[in-house]
């Protein structure tokens, strides 16, 4: 590194040779990109555009593509009986489990860091799920779920007549809720947690002192303190729950009827399902765009609640 | 946790005195509804071990039981025999390893760049990596596996691990975190002429090993998990991973649930240790003042 | 054992050894993508891959294998990147889906003289396309009712025979519901499988989908009627495999009837703690039509050693490899006259299954389906459970399904 003498001069440099600071610094970032930036153009830019292409074909997999412009994005908007069906499920599905999990892994955390002794064991067992394979949860859940299994005999014994969930259209989504909280939560508890832990004691002991209350203390003092990562953990969980297909796939295969098919179901079973690459590439830059937005939304919705300590 | 409590510690016994009784109960109480919660959390592991230790075809009983009629310990042997998970789980080690160790060195390199340089673009390029998170990877896969043909890769742990370990989700969480370290800390080093990687390798990456602990299990977890990419690379049973030999038992002749709950219960183990383990790095805390919230 | 086994298939192989080009044929390695599972599976086809070298010394097969539920979508992304090995297993379901993948054999057999007509004809049916011929089968079998022999003699009833009609299977089903059992279970994408059988019509006669025809109608309800109507089968939700669950529930002994096909025999024989029974489906008014599935090998298009390949394919579908499958229990052979083998293994000790077998083989019928038939399955997996529930009537839901797999 051949910045250090020039930094140091720069600290103290007259403007003119700020300039000169500012290339050794742009230098010294490109170096510190490079690694990222090279595999982030090998295995995501060149696969992104790629797909972008492909959205503009009719291509199947099997046979060779041939170029139809925006018959894909044609067909989705105005042809395609499911398509807003299955948008209005991605929102649904989004609205109610970004906050539920939310929520539950904010409490969790903060109900853990309230513990005198066993903290440890707490954390690791609301991660547990976090790392269930796929098709285990799946079996798990299924034989839960299913009818005449595990669910329905503890509500017949209760003798509550509840619904199968997953043969309700309109609960269908709920069990999908369900198992989506019990295999994610643990990612944000833990996020929410380790910030917890990170929020000087003696901040609070102050607090205390002056006689603010558990609930005054949490959300005047810890909740805007940990608030950069309240805000990193809901962005992501956004993200990804917008993109839901796993427990999809793992639990209702979007039944029944259409019930819980999500945008992210509908790309695989299109893609995969039916090896209409095309067409599922186009649902999945449209998806991309809604993301997108929703996430410029957050980001532009932080200044009002993320508190950057300055 | 408690590294920071010293101010207070004078007003402290009075107050501690007068409500100890209730402060005790309170504590039993919070202690034993918190575990009520968490059982209700472990249900579906408590129904994956007890499907694992019954014979196949008690799995799907209707009513179901509870417990299995006879116990099968034996079905943990038979689904590790059936396959060879020794591999599997050689493969799936090295490959989620791999993934992690790379990710952080370039995560955090990034992030570096990301929080604290200035230079010409940085936002766009930190927008475009944010961007492509919002891709569902499914779209990737194909594109992907071009690519790794073309490099020659296809059945290589490289590429199994390469075309995984740059996810700008590492560099997203670094910089968040490094956005909260007090550039007072970074400043005086500098004015003493420390190189920016000296900065970041002995100030930076020090004080955000909690990040850096997250994300090494966040990573670690994901890839140990990964069945598409693992799918689509991997041929035959050599380099085959956990999660495409749990697949293996659901053939054309029916699913052997029994061997499935077995053998990923089995598979979580290394990721329990993991987790268990790395609570020392992330809920070590940092005994400087700097908050998570400094910027 | 070496030799005989080399004599025997060579033997066999006849024409294609004969002549003066064996013996300049260069060393050729070929690869086999194929899917597999436990260890004993993946052992079996390396014994065929093998017996291959062995007819063939100048050929080694490479073994490619894939988990059964993967294996379909591996195969496309392979496709599309020109890295499909030179033989490619294929199942008759997915042949209309992929027959492009694969060579045309038709020129092959007639140059040869291969003799096909030694394959069960519904399976030769399976692996065709327009009646052009795209894979040699391995495997052959139609769907038959497996039914828990217990249950029949406790509600003193007469075993099921080949034969019976519908209603006599409905009368069987009802007597063997109660007490939280149930007489049958319904797959929902066994559909076609049920319409088949008791003479409907669900693909007209351009070989497209036609859910909505009065036969398909009659057929869909009486199908969803058993759990609709008669209330002999239990509810089956949407979701990863229905038909498992079934399978689960028919082996712990709560469903007394279900549908599946001799490749599982085996293994349910011996999971099951009751003595099992086979009888073929019951027929409508006219007689009974058994479809079967079964799979096969082909070659891809892209192999550079299509040649080799096809001598391959001769040999892992040929009497001995057969032979070897069907006495580990593996597969009902497609060659006829090597199906007494599986007989001896498989069938022993399953009440019925030999004259099951052979009655529903001699009435056997190649499965109609279309193109997409994977996407057609997968919607009446999504949509028949809000028929079942009553949401929706047996013909809203069959018009919703066609409507979808149509615009796909």
Redesign the interface.
């Given at each position: 590194?051949t910045?250090?003498?020039s930094?140091?001069e720069a600290?103290m440099a007259p403007p003119r040779r700020r300039n000169r600071m500012?290339a050794q610094?742009?230098r010294?970032?490109?170096v510190?990109?490079l690694?990222?930036?090279l595999?982030?153009i090998?295995?995501?830019?060149?696969?992104?555009i790629?797909?972008l292409a492909?959205s503009f074909t009719n291509?199947q997999?099997?046979?060779a593509p041939s170029f139809v412009g925006f018959a894909n994005y044609q067909r989705l908007f105005t042809?395609?009986?499911?398509f807003y069906t299955v948008l209005g499920n991605t929102l649904f599905f989004t609205l109610e489990y970004l906050v539920l999990n939310i929520v539950l892994s904010l409490g969790?955390a903060v109900?853990?860091s309230?513990?005198?002794?066993?903290?440890?064991w707490?954390?690791?067992?609301?991660?547990?799920?976090?790392?269930?394979?796929?098709?285990?949860?799946?079996?798990?859940?299924?034989?839960?779920?299913?009818?005449?299994?595990?669910m329905d005999?503890v509500f017949?014994t209760l003798a509550l007549h509840v619904p199968?969930l997953?043969?309700?259209?309109k609960l269908?989504m709920q069990a999908v809720i369900i198992v989506t909280l019990?295999a994610n939560v643990g990612?944000n508890m833990?996020?929410f947690?380790?910030?917890l832990?990170?929020?000087?004691?003696?901040?609070l002991?102050?607090a205390?002192?002056d006689g603010a209350s558990a609930w005054d203390r949490f959300w005047k003092i810890r909740l805007?303190?940990?608030?950069?990562?309240v805000?990193?953990g809901t962005v992501?969980t956004a993200?990804t729950s917008?993109?839901v297909?796993d427990q999809i796939?793992?639990?209702?295969?979007?039944?029944?009827?259409?019930a819980t098919?999500t945008l992210?179901f509908a790309?695989?079973?299109?893609?995969?399902?039916?090896?209409?690459?095309g067409y599922?590439?186009a649902l999945?830059w449209v998806?991309?765009i809604i993301?997108?937005a929703l996430?410029a939304l957050q980001f532009w919705l932080q200044r009002k609640w993320v508190?950057?300590?300055? | 946790?408690?590294?920071?409590?010293?101010?207070?510690a004078a007003?402290r016994p009075r107050r501690k005195q007068k409500n100890a009784g209730l402060k005790l109960f309170l504590?039993i109480l919070?202690?034993g509804a918190?575990t009520l919660?968490?059982l209700a959390?472990?249900f579906?592991?408590f129904?994956?071990v007890s499907?694992a230790v019954r014979s196949d075809a008690e799995?799907?009983a209707?009513?179901?039981r509870l417990l299995p009629t006879e116990w099968q310990w034996e079905n943990f042997a038979e689904a590790w025999l059936r396959l060879p998970f020794g591999r599997f789980f050689l493969n799936s080690a090295i490959v989620a390893g791999g993934v992690t160790a790379i990710t952080i060195?370039?995560?955090a390199?990034?992030a570096?760049?990301f929080a604290r340089?200035?230079?010409?673009g940085?936002d766009s390029?930190f927008v475009?990596?944010?961007?492509?998170?919002?891709?569902?990877q499914?779209?990737?896969v194909?594109?992907?596996f071009?690519?790794v043909n073309q490099l020659g890769w296809v059945n290589t742990y490289q590429g199994m691990i390469?075309?995984?370990?740059?996810s700008?989700?590492g560099?997203?969480?670094l910089r968040?975190f490094f956005?909260?370290i007090p550039r007072e800390l970074e400043e005086a080093a500098?004015?003493?002429?420390?190189?920016?990687?000296?900065i970041l390798v002995s100030i930076i990456i020090p004080l955000s090993l909690?990040?850096i602990g997250?994300l090494a299990?966040?990573t670690f977890?994901g890839q140990?998990?990964n069945?598409l990419w693992p799918l689509v690379v991997v041929n035959g049973m050599e380099y085959a991973t956990?999660?495409l030999g749990?697949?293996m038992f659901?053939t054309e002749q029916g699913?052997s649930?029994n061997y499935?709950?077995a053998?990923?219960?089995l598979?979580?183990l290394p990721?329990?240790v993991l987790?268990?383990i790395l609570?020392q790095v992330?809920?070590k805390?940092?005994t400087v003042?700097a908050?998570?919230?400094?910027? | 054992m070496k030799t005989t086994a080399m004599l025997a298939a060579a033997a066999l192989l006849g024409a294609a050894l004969a002549g003066p080009a064996v013996a300049q044929d260069q060393p050729v390695t070929i690869t086999w993508q194929m899917w597999g599972s436990d260890q004993n599976d993946i052992a079996a086809w390396q014994h065929l891959a093998d017996m291959v070298s062995e007819a063939h010394p100048e050929i080694t097969v490479q073994l490619q294998t894939t988990p059964w539920n993967d294996y379909w979508?591996k195969l496309?992304?392979l496709?599309?990147s020109g890295q499909l090995g030179d033989i490619v297993a294929m199942q008759s379901l997915r042949m209309p889906?992929?027959y492009?993948?694969l060579e045309p054999l038709d020129e092959r057999i007639s140059a040869d003289g291969f003799d096909i007509d030694a394959f069960d004809a519904s399976i030769i049916g399976g692996m065709s396309n327009d009646g052009v011929v795209y894979g040699l089968p391995y495997d052959v079998g139609p769907w038959m009712m497996f039914y828990n022999k217990d249950k029949f003699e406790e509600a003193g009833l007469a075993l099921p025979q080949p034969g019976w009609t519908l209603d006599e299977f409905k009368q069987a089903a009802v007597a063997l519901t109660g007490d939280g059992g149930f007489g049958f279970g319904v797959v929902p994408n066994g559909y076609s499988i049920f319409a088949a059988a008791l003479g409907a019509d669900y693909i007209n006669e351009e070989g497209q989908l036609d859910l909505t025809s009065t036969s398909a109608l009659a057929a869909a309800d009486e199908f969803l009627g058993l759990v609709t109507r008669e209330k002999v089968a239990?509810?089956?939700?949407?979701?990863?495999?229905p038909g498992d669950?079934i399978a689960g529930?028919f082996e712990s002994g709560?469903i007394a009837m279900m549908v599946d096909g001799p490749w599982s025999l085996i293994s349910k024989r011996d999971t099951v703690q009751f003595e099992m029974g086979l009888a073929p489906l019951p027929r409508g008014e006219g007689d009974l039509k058994a479809v079967t599935a079964g799979s096969g090998f082909g070659i891809s298009t892209s192999s550079q050693n299509k040649d080799a390949a096809w001598k391959a394919i001769q040999v892992i579908t040929g009497p001995e490899a057969l032979k070897y499958l069907a006495e580990a229990g593996r597969a009902l052979p497609a060659r006829k006259a090597e199906q007494t083998y599986w007989f001896d293994v498989a069938a022993a000790g399953v009440e019925g299954a030999r004259e099951a077998l052979e009655y529903s083989l001699s009435h056997s019928a190649t499965y109609e389906i279309t193109s997409?038939w994977?996407?057609v399955e997968?919607l009446f997996?999504?949509?028949y459970?809000?028929a079942?529930?009553g949401?929706?009537s047996p013909e809203q839901t069959m018009q919703?399904i066609q409507?979808?797999a149509q615009?796909?």
């Amino acid at each position: 590194m051949t910045e250090t003498v020039s930094t140091r001069e720069a600290t103290m440099a007259p403007p003119r040779r700020r300039n000169r600071m500012s290339a050794q610094e742009a230098r010294t970032a490109l170096v510190f990109l490079l690694p990222s930036l090279l595999g982030f153009i090998a295995f995501m830019l060149f696969p992104i555009i790629a797909s972008l292409a492909i959205s503009f074909t009719n291509w199947q997999l099997i046979s060779a593509p041939s170029f139809v412009g925006f018959a894909n994005y044609q067909r989705l908007f105005t042809l395609d009986p499911a398509f807003y069906t299955v948008l209005g499920n991605t929102l649904f599905f989004t609205l109610e489990y970004l906050v539920l999990n939310i929520v539950l892994s904010l409490g969790l955390a903060v109900w853990i860091s309230s513990l005198k002794r066993g903290q440890r064991w707490f954390r690791v067992i609301f991660f547990l799920p976090t790392f269930t394979p796929a098709i285990a949860a799946s079996v798990v859940w299924l034989l839960i779920f299913t009818p005449g299994g595990f669910m329905d005999t503890v509500f017949q014994t209760l003798a509550l007549h509840v619904p199968n969930l997953l043969l309700d259209p309109k609960l269908a989504m709920q069990a999908v809720i369900i198992v989506t909280l019990w295999a994610n939560v643990g990612y944000n508890m833990v996020l929410f947690n380790a910030a917890l832990d990170l929020v000087p004691q003696s901040y609070l002991e102050a607090a205390k002192i002056d006689g603010a209350s558990a609930w005054d203390r949490f959300w005047k003092i810890r909740l805007p303190l940990i608030s950069p990562t309240v805000f990193f953990g809901t962005v992501m969980t956004a993200i990804t729950s917008l993109q839901v297909f796993d427990q999809i796939y793992v639990v209702t295969r979007g039944g029944p009827g259409s019930a819980t098919a999500t945008l992210g179901f509908a790309i695989y079973q299109n893609g995969f399902g039916n090896y209409q690459m095309g067409y599922a590439s186009a649902l999945a830059w449209v998806m991309f765009i809604i993301i997108m937005a929703l996430t410029a939304l957050q980001f532009w919705l932080q200044r009002k609640w993320v508190h950057y300590d300055s | 946790m408690t590294a920071n409590a010293l101010p207070t510690a004078a007003a402290r016994p009075r107050r501690k005195q007068k409500n100890a009784g209730l402060k005790l109960f309170l504590d039993i109480l919070n202690h034993g509804a918190l575990t009520l919660v968490a059982l209700a959390f472990l249900f579906p592991f408590f129904w994956m071990v007890s499907n694992a230790v019954r014979s196949d075809a008690e799995v799907l009983a209707v009513p179901p039981r509870l417990l299995p009629t006879e116990w099968q310990w034996e079905n943990f042997a038979e689904a590790w025999l059936r396959l060879p998970f020794g591999r599997f789980f050689l493969n799936s080690a090295i490959v989620a390893g791999g993934v992690t160790a790379i990710t952080i060195v370039v995560s955090a390199l990034a992030a570096y760049a990301f929080a604290r340089l200035r230079f010409p673009g940085r936002d766009s390029i930190f927008v475009a990596y944010l961007g492509t998170l919002m891709i569902p990877q499914v779209m990737l896969v194909i594109p992907l596996f071009l690519i790794v043909n073309q490099l020659g890769w296809v059945n290589t742990y490289q590429g199994m691990i390469l075309p995984m370990a740059f996810s700008s989700f590492g560099a997203f969480l670094l910089r968040q975190f490094f956005l909260s370290i007090p550039r007072e800390l970074e400043e005086a080093a500098l004015i003493d002429g420390a190189s920016r990687l000296r900065i970041l390798v002995s100030i930076i990456i020090p004080l955000s090993l909690p990040a850096i602990g997250l994300l090494a299990l966040f990573t670690f977890i994901g890839q140990w998990n990964n069945f598409l990419w693992p799918l689509v690379v991997v041929n035959g049973m050599e380099y085959a991973t956990l999660p495409l030999g749990l697949s293996m038992f659901q053939t054309e002749q029916g699913t052997s649930w029994n061997y499935i709950m077995a053998g990923a219960a089995l598979s979580m183990l290394p990721g329990l240790v993991l987790a268990v383990i790395l609570q020392q790095v992330i809920y070590k805390g940092i005994t400087v003042g700097a908050g998570f919230g400094g910027r | 054992m070496k030799t005989t086994a080399m004599l025997a298939a060579a033997a066999l192989l006849g024409a294609a050894l004969a002549g003066p080009a064996v013996a300049q044929d260069q060393p050729v390695t070929i690869t086999w993508q194929m899917w597999g599972s436990d260890q004993n599976d993946i052992a079996a086809w390396q014994h065929l891959a093998d017996m291959v070298s062995e007819a063939h010394p100048e050929i080694t097969v490479q073994l490619q294998t894939t988990p059964w539920n993967d294996y379909w979508t591996k195969l496309p992304v392979l496709a599309a990147s020109g890295q499909l090995g030179d033989i490619v297993a294929m199942q008759s379901l997915r042949m209309p889906n992929f027959y492009s993948l694969l060579e045309p054999l038709d020129e092959r057999i007639s140059a040869d003289g291969f003799d096909i007509d030694a394959f069960d004809a519904s399976i030769i049916g399976g692996m065709s396309n327009d009646g052009v011929v795209y894979g040699l089968p391995y495997d052959v079998g139609p769907w038959m009712m497996f039914y828990n022999k217990d249950k029949f003699e406790e509600a003193g009833l007469a075993l099921p025979q080949p034969g019976w009609t519908l209603d006599e299977f409905k009368q069987a089903a009802v007597a063997l519901t109660g007490d939280g059992g149930f007489g049958f279970g319904v797959v929902p994408n066994g559909y076609s499988i049920f319409a088949a059988a008791l003479g409907a019509d669900y693909i007209n006669e351009e070989g497209q989908l036609d859910l909505t025809s009065t036969s398909a109608l009659a057929a869909a309800d009486e199908f969803l009627g058993l759990v609709t109507r008669e209330k002999v089968a239990p509810l089956v939700a949407p979701g990863a495999s229905p038909g498992d669950i079934i399978a689960g529930r028919f082996e712990s002994g709560n469903i007394a009837m279900m549908v599946d096909g001799p490749w599982s025999l085996i293994s349910k024989r011996d999971t099951v703690q009751f003595e099992m029974g086979l009888a073929p489906l019951p027929r409508g008014e006219g007689d009974l039509k058994a479809v079967t599935a079964g799979s096969g090998f082909g070659i891809s298009t892209s192999s550079q050693n299509k040649d080799a390949a096809w001598k391959a394919i001769q040999v892992i579908t040929g009497p001995e490899a057969l032979k070897y499958l069907a006495e580990a229990g593996r597969a009902l052979p497609a060659r006829k006259a090597e199906q007494t083998y599986w007989f001896d293994v498989a069938a022993a000790g399953v009440e019925g299954a030999r004259e099951a077998l052979e009655y529903s083989l001699s009435h056997s019928a190649t499965y109609e389906i279309t193109s997409n038939w994977n996407a057609v399955e997968n919607l009446f997996t999504q949509y028949y459970p809000l028929a079942m529930t009553g949401s929706q009537s047996p013909e809203q839901t069959m018009q919703t399904i066609q409507s979808l797999a149509q615009s796909q």
